[in-house]
């Protein structure tokens, strides 16, 4: 029995290629599952075969899940067993590469591409069930999620450097490498920022840190951004907030595709210079202590507005 479920809109980019039927299928299947209801959602996916519709679906699952915990994945979304939801979980890591889905679903059988489908629509569909209204209601309310978190410490850190430093060679060193890139000569600080960001939400990860950023102890991402491989790794797992996609995508291919391009060995080196003045500048100094980001903040605050 099929019940009355909303049609989403379906916004294209001036790149994406999908038919109206694919618009029309993509938008009732986020209806159906958007709403717990998988059985309608069943209905519909032997129609949704289209690469661009599959990619899409794909995507909005994972950005949805994103939202819903605090910003990251669950490691069942990228890893696992091969089998039962590899072809979405082969997606999944493809958007998380900055790579596109449509290519990549393009490349399966449409057997596989379905399901992908059905399971991006399945999680889509748990999460709408009460055990995620509490997050569901932080993520309506525009609560920054962890990655919100990090990027913001490390745009405030930044800005803050930026006055200590102005004159710095790191930016005539970008303004040469940057002609490589998808950024701009003026996105440099861009670029860096995310990097630091990226590499703080790992940070407070492994210490296990959710709700108090300020607690993170931020001397320890210099052994991380000095790491060319680590960099790597945390840049390629990186899930980027929807507000920072473009400069996301940037530094992710740069990182995945040329870690030893003067562009991204000149991110690394900025991201450095910003954490290690600080770690010069704490005024805790001590055999004991290790400088966290709450140490900081009564020397970050007059910089805030300049780093909105």
Known sequence: MSHDHPQIPITLGPLDRMSEHGQQTLGLVLGAAGEGCMACAEDLLDELTEPAAVGRLVEITRRTVA??????????????????????????????????????AAQMPTARRRAASRT??????????????????RAAAGTPTLADACLAQARLMTTWWRHQDPESEVHEGWRRASGETDLRAADGEQGAVYLLGAVFHALAQEEGIRDDIHALPYTRALPLIRDREAVVRIVKKFVSPPAQETTGTAVKRLAIDEPDAPAFVVLRLWADLVCAAHAAACCYQGPDHECTLRDRQAFLAPYAHAAA
Not at 85 to 100: P, Y
Not at 120 to 137: F, G, I, K, M, N
């Open 67 to 104: 939202q819903l915990n605090d910003g990251t994945l669950p490691g069942a979304l990228t890893t696992g067993s091969p089998g039962d939801g590899e072809d979405f979980r082969l997606l999944v890591r493809t958007i998380t590469e900055a790579a596109d889905p449509a290519a990549a």
């Open 120 to 137: 991006a629509a399945a999680v889509l569909a748990s999460y709408a069930h009460t055990s995620h209204q509490a997050a569901r209601d």
